[in-house]
């Protein structure tokens, strides 16, 4: 079975960083692109970041909201990736979901985590 | 950018049909994933490249897209159906995924 599970939220000072996870199981990690994504409160899906595996370069993408304050990076013998998020904003509060894809020729997000918490407050 | 439209809200009698629209210049052109997002649940995907169903997906969740319009259709609504509904498509030249606004789908 395939299972994806965030950690690292919780409630930050602006101008501060976190260092999410996404720990998974019950595929071949080093196989997939992995992305993340966020929600803020009430608001529509976001995409943030994705990284492909290794077979095709370990190369990342940003949106252009969070390019130069975020980093994707991943760790295949742990099946982990990771979001680095510096320099925090009130605008990045956020659920952030970690996803398996994009699929190779698909271009889609076949499964999903359940979702962190960020909350960047004074 | 390449923008996809959404209608914020899509209200329908259980039992009757449900059609949510994705609008976006020549969106028949590319490949449209439609995701369903539950009130506190991650996404999980119901239709991939226009029409496919992923295994689990029942029969009354159908895709079609065409022109400037991509559509996502409950032939018969129940109220577990209840969610927000997200398009999708990869825009090739920012080698990016853009998603809809969402539209919440209220069983009445």
């Known amino acids: 079975e395939v299972q994806l599970v965030e950690s690292g939220g919780g409630l930050v000072q602006p101008g501060r960083s976190l260092r999410l996870s996404c720990t998974t199981s019950g595929f071949t990690f080093g196989d997939y692109a992995m992305s993340w994504f966020r929600q803020a409160p009430g608001k529509g899906l976001e995409w943030v970041s994705f990284i492909r595996s290794k077979a095709y370069g370990g190369t990342t993408e940003y949106a252009a909201s969070v390019k130069g304050r975020f980093t994707i990076s991943r760790d295949d013998s742990k099946s982990i990736a990771y979001l680095q998020v510096n320099s925090l904003k009130t605008e990045d509060t956020a659920i952030y979901f970690c996803?398996?894809?994009?699929?190779?020729?698909?271009?889609?997000?076949?499964?999903w985590g359940q979702g962190t918490l960020v909350t960047v407050s004074s | 950018s390449y923008v996809l439209t959404q209608p914020p809200s899509v209200s329908v009698p259980p039992g009757r049909p449900a059609r949510i629209t994705c609008g976006a210049n020549?969106?028949?052109?590319?490949?449209v994933h439609w995701y369903q997002q539950k009130t506190g649940q991650a996404p999980v995907p119901v239709i991939y490249n226009d029409s496919d169903r992923p295994s689990g997906i029942p029969e009354r969740i159908s895709g079609s897209n065409s022109g400037s319009t991509a559509t996502l259709t409950i032939s018969r609504v129940e109220a577990g159906d209840e969610a927000d509904y997200y398009c999708q498509v990869w825009d090739r030249s920012s080698d990016q995924p853009v998603f809809g606004g969402g539209t919440k789908l209220t069983v009445l």
């Open positions: 020549n969106i028949g052109s590319k490949s």
């Open positions: 996803s398996r894809g994009p699929r190779l020729q698909l271009w889609a997000f076949d499964y």
